[in-house]
C-alpha cells in the first residue's frame, strides 16, 4: 500500500497508473477517517468493481461551522492506515490543509437549492465545504469511480448533481447504510456517546423502522408520519430533534405523501452530539 502525502506526488503517481496499454481503472472512497465498518463496506465494494482503490483522509475544515467539532473530530491515522491495508487499498493519500486551501484560497463550489435543505438549515456552508473538497479530490485523483454511502444520503444526492452539471467524467456509486446489531447506524461521531446515549441514540432507527411500518399498512400522509415520529423524539429524554422531513429523492422537494422516490430523512441530537439517519420509504411496499 502507497501512502502519499503530496499533491503532486499523487498526480505522479496516477501518471504511473495509466502508463502502458492497459488502462487501470481507478477508485476513490473519500473519508475525513477514524476508519470504521461503514467506511470497510465502500472499501469492499470499490475493491469489487475498480483495479486500484485510493482512500483520501482529510478532516475537511470547511464543512465546519464555528463551534462544532472540527478540533475534536477523531484522528487515528496510524490505526486507519493499519485498517486500509489489512483490507487491500493500494493508495492512502492524506493531504495536508495547506495543500488543499493554500493561502489566499476564494473558489467554492455550491449546488444551489440542494445544499440550503434538510442539514443545510442548520449547518448552512456545510455541502459548499463538502462539495468543494469534494470536486478537489476529484480533479487530483481523477477516479473512473467514486464510492460514497447511504447514510450520507443528501450528501449523495448534491455529488451525485454536481457530477451530472458539471460534465464529470466518472461514476458515482451508493452503498447501503452500515449498523451495529441494534440498528445505530455506523459514524465516527458515534465514539462521543456516552453510555446513556449510546443506548438513546437506537431512536432514529427505532422511528425510520416505525414509518416503514406504518406505510406498509397503507399509512402515506407525511403529516401522520412526521408527527409519529417527533412524538418518538420526544419521549426520548436524551434526544432532541433536529429535523425530520420527508422529500423527493431527485430535488429533495418536502412531499405531502409517500411517493416513489421518497427518503425520510432525520437528525437529532442525542446529548451533544448530532446523528443523522434516513430511509427510503415505497409505497409499494404497503400490503
Known amino acids: 500500500m502507497q501512502v502519499v502525502r503530496g499533491i503532486s506526488e499523487f498526480k505522479w503517481l496516477r501518471s504511473r497508473l495509466r502508463e502502458g496499454q492497459t488502462q487501470t481503472k481507478l477508485s476513490l472512497v473519500p473519508t475525513m477517517g477514524a476508519l470504521h465498518e461503514g467506511h470497510l463496506s465502500l472499501i469492499r465494494r470499490a475493491k469489487q468493481i475498480s483495479d486500484h482503490v485510493v482512500v483520501s483522509i482529510f478532516v475537511n475544515p470547511a464543512q465546519f461551522a464555528p463551534g462544532e467539532d472540527f478540533e475534536r473530530y477523531p484522528r487515528m491515522l496510524e490505526q486507519d492506515l493499519l485498517v486500509s491495508e489489512k ?13 488543499i486551501y493554500p493561502e489566499g484560497f476564494r473558489s467554492f463550489v455550491t449546488v444551489e437549492g440542494l445544499s440550503q435543505k434538510l442539514c443545510g438549515t442548520s449547518r448552512p456552508n456545510h455541502f459548499r465545504g463538502v462539495t ?19 447514510k450520507d444520503a443528501q450528501q449523495s444526492i448534491i455529488i451525485r448533481r454536481m457530477v451530472r452539471d458539471l460534465n464529470l467524467d466518472l461514476e458515482i456509486v451508493i452503498c447501503p447504510i452500515v449498523r451495529e446489531a441494534d440498528g445505530l447506524a455506523l459514524s465516527s461521531r458515534n465514539r462521543y456517546l456516552k453510555a446513556a446515549e449510546r443506548e438513546a441514540a437506537t431512536v432514529l432507527f427505532q422511528c425510520l423502522e416505525w414509518a416503514k411500518q406504518k406505510v406498509a399498512e397503507g399509512e402515506l400522509r407525511a403529516e401522520s408520519i412526521l408527527s409519529g415520529i417527533n412524538k418518538r423524539i420526544e419521549d426520548e429524554p436524551l434526544a432532541r430533534l433536529d429535523y425530520a422531513e420527508i422529500v423527493d429523492t431527485n430535488d429533495l ?22 446523528l443523522i439517519d434516513n430511509a427510503l420509504l415505497r409505497p409499494n411496499d404497503a400490503a
Open 87 to 99: 483490507n487491500g487499498v493500494d493508495s492512502v493519500f492524506i493531504p495536508e490543509i495547506s495543500q
Open 132 to 150: 468543494t473538497v469534494v470536486l478537489k479530490l476529484l480533479n487530483i485523483v481523477e477516479p473512473n469511480l467514486a464510492v460514497f454511502g447511504q
Open 253 to 274: 422537494a418536502p412531499l405531502t405523501r409517500v411517493e416513489e422516490n421518497s427518503l425520510l430523512a432525520l437528525a437529532a441530537f442525542i446529548g451533544t452530539t448530532r
